[in-house]
């Protein structure tokens, strides 16, 4: 049975008790209150990937609501990615009304963000690749509307030290992400595919400077397809409706690896 039937029918009830039960519980409707009691017992690496995968999503539509609202304005742009993710997601009818159900719960002004963050890091414990796609599918929200305002940096990262980031890993997450934006617009363009500026967003998006060695390269390229491994990610708690969100991550990293790879003339 997936997560979403487990959690329809009350089978992971124990596992998301909390700030994120809660949520979840008023977004589809559902009462978790069973074998909450005894959560205090359960190790944070025993949970079910059921579990950690509802966590997760619901985690992720609150807290990009909260992400689209803090700079005062939740911007068409912000609502489109939103919609976006929950298409490209191919939600059924119950889980798209879940999503923005829980997406307008985190517009509200007194949605405890910091508790839903930091009990998301709990329940993902040691596993730092599923916590940094939660955090890059934040910083596309934030980055929808093509302008990153200060409140919405601050946010991310508080965000960002919350789930035990740190500043700098922080700030080079937003600077690739950013550049898979420009890099993602201009390959979709049919620019001339070695032009100097989409050469130099392919070396943003692989975080890495036009001087690196090929070593080099081909370390970061390995080091980031193996973070974003959409298999991986799944087995480590991302919800498998996702695996498509990691799938265009991954082949935007090929991408821009390809193209510093032929400007180069590497041919392995």
């Keep these: 049975m997936s997560w979403w039937g487990k959690v329809i029918g009350g089978a992971v ?28 017992a359960t190790a944070s690496d025993e949970l079910s990937t059921e579990s950690i995968q509802a966590a997760f999503f619901t985690a992720t539509f609150s807290i990009m609501g909260r992400i689209a609202k803090s700079d005062g304005i939740v911007s068409q742009s912000e609502i489109n990615v939103a919609q976006a993710t929950m298409a490209r997601m191919q939600l059924n009818s119950e889980q798209q009304q879940a999503a923005q159900a829980l997406f307008n719960k985190g517009k509200a002004s007194d949605f405890d963000y910091q508790a839903v963050a930091k009990q998301l890091r709990k329940e ?10 939660f955090l890059e599918i934040q910083i596309a929200t934030a980055l929808a ?4 305002h200060n409140s919405e940096q601050s946010l991310l990262l508080e965000l960002a030290e919350i789930l035990g980031f740190k500043r700098a890993q922080f700030e080079q997450l937003l600077a690739m992400a950013a550049a898979q934006q420009r890099f993602t617009g201009h390959h979709g363009a049919h620019e001339q595919q070695n032009s100097a500026s989409q050469l130099e967003e392919a070396y ?23 973070q974003h491994h959409p298999d991986k990610l799944v087995a480590k708690g991302l919800p498998e409706e996702m695996m498509k969100l990691a799938t265009e991550k991954t082949q935007q990293i090929k991408d821009a690896y390809d193209i510093v790879k032929q400007n180069r003339n590497i041919k392995r």
């Design 13 to 40: 009830g124990f596992a998301v008790s909390g700030p994120i039960g809660a949520l979840l519980g008023a977004a589809i409707g559902h009462s978790f209150d069973k074998g909450v009691s005894g959560i205090e």
């Design 204 to 226: 943003d998006v692989l975080g890495l400077d036009k001087n690196c060695s090929d070593q080099e390269l081909k370390r970061a390229y390995r080091r980031l397809m193996s």
């Design 145 to 148: 509307d093509g302008e990153l």
């Design 124 to 133: 993902c414990v040691r596993r730092t690749n599923l916590l940094q796609m």
